[in-house]
């Protein structure tokens, strides 16, 4: 029996008509004392009571009244592949001992105090019932030992990865602190030393600095002409407020556009509660959006901005993100698809399936069969740059790389992607597959880094393919 917010349920039953050993969560030790007086607890007299102090209810919860023969440390430091071998054998089965207390260096000792407040406890069965073959009983003991152990050496794995990523981190920041940031300028960001430092991911203390560097200011703009859009938005997001009409005659035809802002904004990042009404990012991602359209009327406000603008806000100063974001989206490729110019993205939607033709071509045979074009989804991926179909964390990541590496990126991350999930993609028909890549399933950083390192696509590959389907599209092969 499992006691999950306070009900029991049958689990681990391994015969029809037997009853497994009643295994109990406690949910916490206070419930326990409350709920459990008429329980035999493990190595005390049917007629023990239940002691009121803390200390001495932890002293009594174990798993056995055997003698201990392995701890839980014990079976965590054995490969995880012997864990069956040495609960198996019924005569001397390993029982996890839960002390009292633990110790903060001890990675075992903390999740055994996790498991007191959390994990199983085995008791009898009750009075009621017949006894338990002792057979059974030591299987299901066993079969607790085991489940525990896995569960400890888990923790303790993802323990130690964590620790081994936050020491990878600050040997990062110090060699991009030390090494790179003191000459990193335009003319250098693009250095084999700094590709291999971003692939690895930029530490987000410095990310500020770096992604500065990177984006560039090819626009030159300056803090005056900043400061003359911040004004005109502002008069503009004040118009709309009153419900006036706003006569400047180039931004006259961006209201519409302001409101479709407004609209977005609300629904930015919405589990990060930053940019929302009242939210500290909220009239500041609207006041960056505004300049922006007042900025480059030519352009506008195209859904996915909000996105990009977003994410440069939790990472660049303030008064940093409008050259940026300018700058951001006046790079070849975004421009081409934020223009909306339907010439330009059927350019970069051919390349794209030269591309998935050449390096996954069965799963580009299942999607022709099916009719599964990639205007579907990929300006989706690629308007926003990753940043609405993949974790915040993991968008950053993929913005590190493309900084320095371009365009060609993007295209080297969508097909790093279809190629980490082709095996499910290939059983999908049209809806299934439609549904999947807009609703990606939540994708580890290293998985999918992995994925991009074996698409090959070099600069030339890229810029020919460009060149052709540019001139496929009847458009200037250079752009």
């Known amino acids: 029996l499992c006691v999950a ?21 406690a949910a916490s030790a206070d419930w326990c004392k409350e709920s459990l007086p008429n329980y035999i607890l493990p190595g005390s007299s049917k007629d023990a009571s239940i002691s009121n102090s803390d200390d001495d209810f932890c002293s009594w919860l174990s798993l056995s009244e055997s003698s201990r023969s392995e701890n839980i440390g014990d079976v965590v430091d054995s490969d995880e592949k012997n864990i069956p071998k040495l609960l198996s054998d019924a005569t001397n089965v390993p029982v996890i001992d839960v002390p009292s207390h633990h110790s903060a260096t001890n990675i075992c000792s903390a999740d055994t105090l996790n498991f007191l407040e959390n994990g199983l406890m085995m008791q009898s069965r009750p009075k009621n019932l017949p006894p338990k073959d002792p057979r059974e009983e030591k299987r299901h003991l066993a079969a607790a030992n085991t489940m525990h152990a896995r569960a400890a050496l888990r923790a303790r794995r993802k323990h130690d990865a964590r620790m081994k990523s936050e020491e ?14 003191p000459t990193l300028n335009n003319s250098n960001a693009k250095c084999s030393k700094v590709r291999q430092l971003c692939w690895r991911g930029i530490p987000p203390s410095i990310r500020s600095k770096v992604w500065s560097i990177l984006i560039g200011n090819s626009l030159n703009i300056t803090k005056g002409l900043q400061t003359l859009y911040k004004e005109k938005s502002g008069d503009l997001l004040s118009a709309l407020t009153n419900k006036k009409p706003f006569e400047n005659n180039k931004c006259s035809s961006t209201e519409n556009q302001a409101d479709l802002i407004r609209l977005d904004v609300a629904r930015t990042f919405p ?15 609207q006041q960056l959006l505004a300049s922006f359209i007042c900025y480059r009327p030519d352009i ?17 100063d303030a008064e940093d993100c409008f050259p940026a974001f300018a700058n951001l989206v006046n790079r070849r490729c975004p ?19 030269k591309c998935l033709s050449q390096s996954l071509p069965h799963l580009a045979q299942q999607f022709s069969k099916h009719g599964f074009t990639p205007d579907l989804w990929l300006l989706d991926w690629m308007l926003p740059l990753y940043a609405k179909c993949l974790p915040l964390d993991t968008a950053c990541r993929i913005w590190d790389m493309y ?20 095996k499910p993609l290939m059983e999908k028909d049209f809806v299934e597959a439609a549904n999947f890549l807009t609703h ?8 999918l880094f992995r994925s991009i390192y074996n698409i ?13 389907c540019r001139k496929e599209n009847d458009l200037s092969p250079d752009g």
């Open 300 to 316: 506008g406000y195209v859904q996915g901005m909000n996105l990009l603008a977003a994410i440069l806000l939790l990472n660049l």
């Open 403 to 422: 900084l320095v590496a371009g365009d060609r990126f993007l295209f080297r991350v969508a097909l790093g992607l279809l190629r980490l999930y082709e």
């Open 335 to 353: 421009l081409a698809l934020f223009s909306m110019e339907h010439q330009e993205i059927n350019s970069y939607l051919s390349l794209f399936l």
């Open 5 to 25: 917010t306070k009900t029991l349920s049958l689990c681990n039953i391994q015969d029809a008509g037997a009853i497994p050993t009643v295994l109990i969560r």
């Open 440 to 447: 990606l399933p939540e994708t580890p950083i290293d998985k």
């Open 168 to 181: 990878g981190i600050l040997q990062l920041q110090d060699v991009w602190r030390n090494e790179i940031l």
């Open 456 to 468: 090959n696509l070099s600069q030339s590959k890229y810029d020919r393919l460009l060149a052709e």
């Open 271 to 285: 589990s990060l509660g930053l940019f929302q009404k009242n939210g500290p990012y909220h009239e500041t991602l």
